[in-house]
């Protein structure tokens, strides 16, 4: 099978936390040995977020020099046959389907009210580009942990800005919802019911009183020679 990324590709650079979590890793694991990973990266999160100025520009620096580094490999790149100019495999699926289970979401009338949203994914949702722009290297999950470190650390002030928003979303919801009225075949909140997964079929019970079935010549044999 064809490896999902050409080994010879130029690696990405690391964005200036990433830097930091990967030099500091060992050494925060050695002072905190009962940590989980969990709580491993939080307290990672936490340290970096303590840094002064000229700490942190120390690690930008680094960063910087990752980016120049990864750039100048990427301008003499070239991909061998089946690859993309980043050293993806063309056409190689990299998630595969859930096992069991439905295989989609919910059909949903297009014109039922949008939920409401929480202040903290208001908040995610504007600023994840910029996260992305400021963090390249970091992956999904690294990602969601910045941005939730980020939200965690704003002021009151800041954070009632989110809260606001949030709560005006609701109101928005409540209202859109009391006046929707719902297709033929949708509920009240506009799934198409006809999406639903099927019940599992119970397991029919066994009426004790039942004829038992006739015994097979094996099994009948099986009894004689107990019986003798």
């Keep these: 099978m064809k490896p999902k990324k050409d080994p010879n590709a130029p690696k990405r650079n690391l964005s200036t936390y990433l830097l930091y979590q990967n030099a ?3 050494l925060f694991k050695t002072r905190n040995p009962t940590m989980t990973f969990g709580q491993l990266s939080k307290y990672t999160s936490s340290m970096y977020g303590e840094l002064s100025e000229s700490e ?3 690690w930008q620096s680094r960063a910087e020099a990752d980016k120049t580094r ?13 690859y993309d100019a980043r050293g993806a495999a063309i056409g190689v699926e990299t998630k ?32 994840r580009e910029q996260f992305k722009i400021d963090n390249p290297g970091m992956t999904f999950g690294q990602l969601s942990k910045y941005t939730s470190h980020m939200y965690k650390s704003l002021s009151p002030e800041e954070k ?14 409540d209202e859109e919802k009391t ?14 019911l006809g999406d639903k997964p099927q019940a599992k079929k119970t397991k029919k019970q066994k009426d004790p009183n039942a004829p038992k079935k006739s015994r097979g010549s094996y099994g009948k044999l099986k009894i004689r020679y107990h019986v003798l």
Excluded: C, F
């Design 56 to 58: 942190k520009s120390a």
């Design 160 to 173: 009632e800005v989110w809260v606001e928003l949030a709560r005006k979303d609701k109101i928005r919801y």
């Design 179 to 192: 006046n929707y009225v719902a297709p033929l075949g949708h509920d009240s909140s506009g799934k198409y």
């Design 24 to 26: 500091m890793r060992e």
């Design 70 to 82: 990864y750039l100048m490999e990427m301008s003499t790149y070239v991909p061998p046959r089946g």
């Design 96 to 127: 595969s389907p859930a096992r069991g289970g439905r295989k989609g979401p919910y059909t949903r009338d297009p014109n039922a009210p949008r939920r409401s949203t929480s202040s903290y994914l208001m908040y995610q949702n504007a600023k």
